[in-house]
């Protein structure tokens, strides 16, 4: 079993930075790729952006330009560097791994997320 560990997250006001990074206790080859979703209170689990193995990198249009995902495959571990954060990036924050990483469709493994707060 994949268990994904996420930390980083916290408060920051708007136009701040944040990092947050994402440990998975294994990432066999099966799994292709890992990556972040988010969800704010009262909306629905929306896709940030991922990265697979070999390095391609996608982001959502909400976050592109500002956020930046990276790997470390010796540790297991991505991050997300957060740039120029705004109100509405307030979300918590979930890595997930997944064998293709469809976006829309529910991905095979998930952490427990981390709170991301930005005020304006």
């Known amino acids: 079993q994949v268990q994904l560990v996420e930390s980083g997250g916290g408060s920051v006001q708007a136009g701040g930075s944040l990092r947050l990074s994402c440990t998975a206790s294994q990432y066999p080859y099966r799994l292709t790729c890992m990556g972040w979703h988010r969800q704010a209170p009262g909306k629905e689990r929306e896709w940030v952006a991922h990265?697979?193995?070999?390095?391609?990198?996608y982001y959502a249009d909400s976050v592109k330009g500002r956020f930046a995902i990276s790997q470390d495959n010796d540790n297991n571990t991505i991050y997300l560097q957060m740039n120029s954060l705004k109100p509405e990036d307030s979300a918590m924050y979930y890595c997930?791994?997944?064998?293709?990483?469809?976006?829309?469709?529910?991905?095979?493994?998930w952490g427990q997320g981390t709170q991301v707060t930005v005020s304006s």
């Open positions: 990265t697979y193995r070999l390095g391609n990198t």
């Open positions: 997930a791994a997944d064998r293709a990483c469809v976006i829309g469709q529910r991905w095979a493994y």
